[in-house]
């Protein structure tokens, strides 16, 4: 058996594809690179803005986890809406299904660059914030891990999911733009949950991306803005129900995009 027709050596091999077709698509990449650098420095003024109303707001903890969290959104969710309906449109994914790798390598495969670059992002951010803006070491790297893994799967589920409603490439921007709006204004990205009233912060706790995207926050600062918790051991009370929320939305994510993920052009 050659690597090629290995699970691993198909989702390299696949991986590579849409890594060689992402550098080539200059909106994709623009996507990528310059809007989450444009949203971060928004995030900024609002969270400086908001820190006059708030006394106590963490404002450079808000903006490392929030650019995290927008990095995330934008460079998988959107960026794989657009790249799972082009794809399709192309037949690619059609072709695909004709040879050996498995529905699930092929979805994975075509999302590996954009995870890889939106991790990597995050990775810069965290070294950038932790250098720059002297913030402190992660007090749970693992939570802060599980986090990123899981915040990685639920949005690649979830893109998958919304490329089944996506006709064409052009309109991606229209399906994305509830849930980025929601993620951005009710999951902590450009509104801290510390600074909204504790109802509607509970209820904000509950969308699909809060979950995920607060247990970056507790494993880094050992707080999700609600109280700091009692150092390791701590974060992982503080942490229990976000992980516990976040598994279930990517599983029901999962099972939707796996339920409704649409092949071949709408006929």
């Known amino acids: 058996m050659t690597a090629a027709t290995t699970p691993a050596g198909r989702l390299l091999a696949l991986g590579r594809a849409e890594a060689t077709l992402l550098r080539r698509n200059r909106t994709a990449m623009f996507m990528a690179l310059a809007l989450p650098l444009i949203l971060v420095t928004t995030l900024r003024g609002m969270l400086d803005r908001l820190s006059e109303h708030s006394p106590g707001l963490d404002v450079n903890g808000n903006l490392v986890a929030g650019s995290m969290g927008i990095v995330l959104m934008i460079v998988i969710y959107c960026n794989l809406t657009s790249a799972y309906t082009a794809r399709r449109s192309e037949l690619v994914l059609k ?38 803006l002297d913030l402190p070491a992660p007090v749970n790297p693992v939570l802060m891990l599980a986090g990123l893994a899981l915040s990685a799967a639920l949005l690649t589920a979830l893109a998958a999911l919304s490329s089944a409603f996506t006709k064409t490439v052009e309109t991606a921007g229209i399906t994305t733009l509830p849930l980025l709006l929601v993620a951005q204004l009710g999951s902590g990205l450009m509104v801290p949950l510390e600074s909204m009233p504790d109802s509607m912060a509970n209820i904000c706790r509950l969308l699909p991306t809060t979950p995920a995207l607060e247990l970056l926050r507790i494993g880094w600062f050992g707080t999700d ?5 009692e150092g390791f051991a701590g974060t992982w009370s503080q942490g229990a129900v976000p992980l516990l929320l976040a598994v279930v939305w990517t599983a029901a994510a999962a099972w939707a995009a796996r339920r409704w993920f649409r092949w071949e052009p709408r006929r």
Request: aromatic share 0%.
């Open 95 to 132: 072709r695909l299904r004709t040879g050996e790798g498995t529905d699930a390598e092929i979805l994975l495969g075509t999302a590996a660059p954009s995870i890889a670059l939106a991790l990597t992002q995050c990775l810069l951010l965290g070294v950038g914030g932790a250098l720059l």
């Open 225 to 229: 803005g609600s109280g700091p918790a």
